[in-house]
């Protein structure tokens, strides 16, 4: 029995259950075939394909339709990283209240291609660089901004990364400056990849 550590399935940080809220705007589609056609595009584009989504935008729409591309994207990769069964993805869009009449929709399209994706993902992941994170070193500097009105500080965190080539075994070293927001959104990619290695594990 596949286990939960968030309310989702598929979804292994609490903090990140807040994303899975923008689900259920799916019903911005007027019909479930045209949330159909949206998923099987999403799913297109997941696997590498050039994808025009122009059809299912107008000027009402358009900032809600860009938002579902990358919320739905995420979810599939999720889904597809952890290996879910068709129950367990229509129960994860019934707890993100998504209308019942796009659940099994939306699932079936997945299931559909679910070897497609998962074969994406894996050739994805056979084509990481050779280059490899050998040690790495951080600090937390604060940054103050003044002037006559008001002064701002912001943390910033400054990761030093020791790369090293497994070819010719040489080493660099790279400064990356993140701020709070940069580095939230790095933990979550961070958690993406683990899903997918963690599905793919023998």
Do not use: P
């Not at 500097?141 to 910033?156: C, F, K, P, T």
Request: aromatic content about 8%.
């Amino acid at each position: 029995m596949t286990e939960k550590t968030t309310k989702y399935y598929s979804l292994q940080v609490v903090s990140q259950e807040r994303i899975y809220n923008f689900l259920t705007k799916i019903s911005v589609f007027a019909s479930d075939k045209i949330a159909q056609d949206f998923i099987h595009s999403i799913i297109d584009q997941i696997c590498g394909r050039i994808v025009s989504f122009d059809r299912f935008i107008n000027e009402e729409n358009e900032r809600i339709v860009n938002q579902l591309i990358r919320v739905y994207s995420l979810f599939i990769n999720r889904v597809v990283g952890r290996d879910l069964k068709k129950e367990y993805i229509c129960e994860d869009l019934k707890t993100a209240n998504v209308d019942g009449l796009y659940i099994n929709v939306i699932a079936d399209c997945i299931i559909s291609r679910f070897t497609d994706i998962k074969r994406e993902l894996t050739e994805k992941l056979s084509t990481i660089s050779s280059s490899s994170l050998s040690d790495f070193d951080w600090k937390m500097n604060a940054i103050l901004s003044s002037d006559r009105i008001n002064i701002v500080q912001e943390n910033v965190l400054l990761l030093n990364l020791t790369i090293e080539t497994n070819h010719n075994d040489k080493k660099e070293q790279v400064l990356i400056e993140l701020t709070k927001k940069e580095l939230d959104h790095i933990l979550e990619v961070f958690d993406q990849i683990n899903d997918v290695i963690q599905s793919l594990k023998v």
